[in-house]
């Protein structure tokens, strides 16, 4: 695997954040700078539970987030311990 560009990885993200780039290309440098398959981010309204955005690299199966959507993230392990953190504290899981 060839090194990390960080900056790039780094300057990716935060063009996404701010407008200036699609979150799909951006997130697509984390997942291959990581050796992933795909890389999401994913947001969940803290006063419902309730999935409230979820974003992913080009390079994800578009069945797979579909099914994410419809079903998985209701039975997410992930989203008890995300919820109980302060409004705005990411949270980060592999």
């Known amino acids: ?20 780039a699609e979150w799909p290309d951006a997130l697509q440098v984390v997942s291959d700078a ?13 006063s419902t539970g309730r999935l409230a955005l979820s974003v992913q690299s080009r390079s994800a199966p578009v069945e797979g987030v579909l099914d994410y959507i419809r079903e998985f993230h209701r039975h997410d392990p992930h989203a008890a311990h995300a919820l109980s953190l302060p409004a ?7």
Not at 88 to 94: A, K, N, V, W
């Open 1 to 20: 695997m060839e090194p990390v560009d960080c900056d790039r990885l780094i300057q990716g993200l935060y063009r996404a954040a701010s407008g200036q």
């Open 34 to 46: 990581l050796g992933g398959s795909m890389c999401q981010i994913v947001a969940v309204e803290k």
């Open 88 to 94: 705005g504290e990411p949270f980060q899981t592999s």
